[in-house]
Each structure stands twice: as C-alpha cells, then as structure tokens.
C-alpha cells in the first residue's frame, strides 16, 4: 500500500490529524514520506489535483450505521436479560 493511501486512510479515521494545524498536518504529510506534489495537492483542498495523484479512477463507499442493527441488537440484549430475570424467580 501506498504511503498516500496510508495517509489518507489514517486522515480518514483520525479526528486528531483532521484538527491540525496546517504546519502539524505538513509534518505529519512528512513522517508518511509523501511528496512535495503529493503535499501539495492534499493542501490545497482541490479535488481534481488529488485525483491526478494517482493513476486511475478513485471510488469512495461510505457504509452507514444501520440503526435497526443496533435495535437489534438492544432487543436481544433484552431478551437475554428477561430470560436471565426469569430463571432467578
């Protein structure tokens, strides 16, 4: 893997490098080893300069929570606790 999609996974993930400075964020650009190009472009904000980076199409899939997973889940949860509860009486 690219030290760029190291980076840029790791920006992705990472509340702390998307709330630097910029100084902090080119040191950080720096510890990953990118380029001045690659520097540049991500600084600059310009989508289509960061596209140029690489030498193909990007695709991004964004997965959302599924809150009925989650009710799910609490449900299940629930249904333990009750059975548990009911073998205690």
């Known amino acids: 893997m690219s030290n760029l999609i190291k980076f840029a996974v790791e920006f992705g993930s990472s509340a702390k490098l998307r709330a630097m400075t910029e100084r902090e964020l080119v040191e950080a650009m720096q510890s990953y080893e990118l380029s001045q190009e690659e520097q540049a472009a991500i600084l600059s904000r ?19 929570e599924n809150p009925e997973d989650d009710e799910g889940e609490e449900k299940k949860d629930d249904k333990e ?6 073998k205690a009486i």
Request: charged share 30%; proline share 8%; aromatic share 12%.
């Open 81 to 86: 606790e009750s059975k548990s509860y009911l």
């Open 46 to 64: 310009e989508p289509k300069r960061l596209r140029d980076l690489g030498n193909g199409d990007v695709y991004c899939v964004l997965f959302p």
